[in-house]
T-cell receptor, first 114, second 113 residues
Framework: DQQVKQNSPSLSVQEGRISILNCDYT??????FLWYKKYPAEGPTFLIS?????DKNEDGRFTVFLNKSAKHLSLHIVPSQPGDSAVYFC?????????????FGKGTHLIIQP | KAGVTQTPRYLIKTRGQQVTLSCSPI?????VSWYQQTPGQGLQFLFE???????NKGNFPGRFSGRQFSNSRSEMNVSTLELGDSALYLC????????????FGPGTRLLVL
């Protein structure tokens, strides 16, 4: 049973527009959420994170929104650039007592079109 | 600071063999976690080591094991390799506190023939 779901395997966005990547989770114990970006043949690169005590975190062009009641988070990239084309993974972790490493979604392949 | 390094980057083995992968964490990081990435299952947590002790373990068979040394470097071992073990094995390091961000290495691509 997938505890972290990214329902869109791929997303195509025009350069300069906003990219919105979505992620849903089922485990209410998760309290820390992260987004990673991955290029082929490389390890995931950390992008941005959010703790469950917040509903928004911003870092440059990247903003993550967390809706705890809906168990949903999203990553907004504005404006989208060609170098943003990659696979984006949403990940979640629980407090140490229930820790099970990071639980990842299956990823969304973002394609930025010129 | 240097990032997480993993060796080797690529490896080909045959069924029944065993393999050892190595991970050097970011300097000062005491936690090392291992993940397996396959096209069908995505990224799955194998185990985490902190201060030379296995702190957490995912749902993988006992053929998958690891250890951590006093300098925080970690090794992962897979015995009696199966075709399904072909995957990208990723190592991630962090300071080890709850809620810490994990930083990933480039991975080791293992192909089992």
């Amino acid at each position: 049973d997938q505890q972290v779901k990214q329902n869109s395997p791929s997303l195509s966005v025009q350069e300069g527009r906003i990219s919105i990547l979505n992620c849903d989770y089922t485990n209410s114990m998760f309290d820390y959420f992260l987004w990673y970006k991955k290029y082929p043949a490389e390890g995931p690169t950390f992008l941005i994170s959010i703790s469950s005590i917040k509903d928004k975190n911003e870092d440059g062009r990247f903003t993550v929104f967390l809706n705890k009641s809906a168990k949903h988070l999203s990553l907004h990239i504005v404006p989208s650039q060609p170098g943003d084309s990659a696979v984006y993974f949403c990940a979640a972790s629980a407090p140490q007592g229930g820790a099970d490493g990071l639980t990842f979604g299956k990823g969304t392949h973002l394609i930025i079109q010129p | 600071k240097a990032g997480v390094t993993q060796t080797p980057r690529y490896l080909i083995k045959t069924r029944g063999q065993q393999v050892t992968l190595s991970c050097s964490p970011i300097s000062g990081h005491r936690s090392v976690s291992w993940y397996q990435q396959t096209p069908g299952q995505g990224l799955q947590f194998l185990f985490e080591y902190f201060s030379e002790t296995q702190r957490n373990k995912g749902n993988f068979p006992g053929r998958f094991s690891g250890r951590q040394f006093s300098n925080s470097r970690s090794e992962m071992n897979v015995s009696t390799l199966e075709l399904g073990d072909s995957a990208l094995y990723l190592c991630a390091s962090s300071l080890g506190r709850v809620g810490e961000t994990q930083y990933f290495g480039p991975g080791t691509r293992l192909l089992v023939l």
